[in-house]
């Protein structure tokens, strides 16, 4: 699959007549702030159809932004689209049931900063030193001579404040405030958006941190935190999937703790595991032969088995990985 430059790639999409942007299950903010940026994108270039789906709905804290509401589930969406730009993630199957929109003709863009080293699609800008693809898109956005606006800038900034955990994770380069204080540049009420995206949490999601929060126990010396959310703790705290993004922080937090474990019970036999980790352990590297991936710092994957089971696997592979790190 062959890597293109960012030219090549505003040169397809001005040809391009019908396109499809979309991002991953479960979308974060990199990934809703990416999608709708590219689509801010793509309209100042020209005035063609231009389609936002996703397979899971748009989370509260990012609503929100400009376009969001464009954002379609993937059934009232109508094929074919003859490019298809997918952002914030490399592999097709994260894409969820998007992936019937895609016609054996559709040219599929890929605009992503994972590690993942064989991204699917027919031509990708793939680089992992980017904070977050929202940084990514600016560049294209410089590319293509299009003018930053206000809507864009909203989007970007979202992107690029929650992938780099407000500008404090390692990911975080001159360039991110290079590009960040442009944003900000466009009039962005930066205080507001933080308190929409990072502090405000509905009473469902602080019933859900309660019981988070009690789940989680130190193994190993407490250089492993391990929580747990179980669809009872779901139910019963009436959260919805978007409540548990960023309650792994607090295990994370604790001080000596080198990597984190979170366990979400999806259901009987399907477990969302998430992982974070201190430089020098790899995230990503672990769950690679779990089926899954993301960042060195933070990966993922869904283990296809029960709670017990994908608790003891996923502990035995951080337990490997940690033996001989200090
Ligand atoms: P989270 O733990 O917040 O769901 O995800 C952390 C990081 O891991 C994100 O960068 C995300 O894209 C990646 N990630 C999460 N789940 C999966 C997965 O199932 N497969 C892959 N390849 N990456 C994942
Ligand atoms: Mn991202």
């Known amino acids: 699959m062959p890597q293109i430059k960012l030219g090549e790639m505003v040169q397809r999409l001005r040809q391009a007549k019908r ?13 809703v702030g990416a999608v709708l940026a590219v689509y801010h994108i793509i309209r100042a270039l020209h005035d063609r159809d231009v389609v936002c789906s996703l397979a899971h709905p748009v989370p509260k804290r990012y609503a ?8 379609c589930p993937p059934e009232v969406c109508a094929p074919p689209f003859d490019v298809a730009v997918i952002v914030d993630v490399a592999q097709l199957d ?9 016609g054996d003709d559709t040219q599929i863009i890929v605009l992503d900063h994972h590690l993942e080293t064989a991204p699917a699609g027919d031509l990708a800008v793939v680089d992992p030193r980017y904070a977050a693809t ?13 003018a930053l606006t206000r809507e864009i800038a909203e ?10 955990g407000s500008f404090k994770y390692s990911n975080t380069t001159e360039r991110s405030h290079r590009i960040a204080a442009r944003l900000v540049a466009t009039g962005l009420p930066v205080a507001e958006i933080g308190r929409r995206v ?5 009473a469902a999601r602080f019933r859900l941190l309660i019981r988070f929060v009690n789940s989680v126990t130190l193994l190993d010396g407490g250089r492993i935190a391990l929580g747990t959310v179980t669809a009872n703790d779901m139910a019963e705290s009436e959260a919805l999937e978007e409540d548990t993004e960023g309650l792994i922080n607090f295990a994370r937090n604790i ?31 672990i769950l690679r ?21 994908a608790t003891a696997l996923a502990l035995r592979h951080v337990r490997e990985a940690l033996q001989g790190t200090l």
Not at 198 to 202: I, R, Y
């Open 289 to 309: 032969s779990l089926g899954g991936g993301g960042h060195a710092a933070a990966a993922g994957t869904t283990l296809e088995m029960p709670l017990r089971q």
């Open 134 to 146: 929202g940084e990514l898109i600016i560049e294209l956005m410089d590319c293509a001579g299009v």
């Open 19 to 31: 396109i499809l942007v979309t991002s991953h299950v479960s979308p974060d903010g990199d990934a």
């Open 255 to 285: 001080e000596g703790v080198d990597v984190a474990m979170l366990f979400r019970e999806v259901d009987n036999h399907t477990v969302k595991l998430s992982l974070r980790s201190r430089e020098g352990v790899n995230s990503a590297e």
């Open 155 to 164: 989007c970007a900034y979202v992107a690029l404040a929650t992938d780099t």
């Open 64 to 71: 929100w932004l400009p376009g969001a509401d464009r954002i």
């Open 198 to 202: 990072f502090d405000e949490m509905s």
């Open 94 to 102: 994260r894409i969820g049931a998007v992936s019937a929109l895609l």
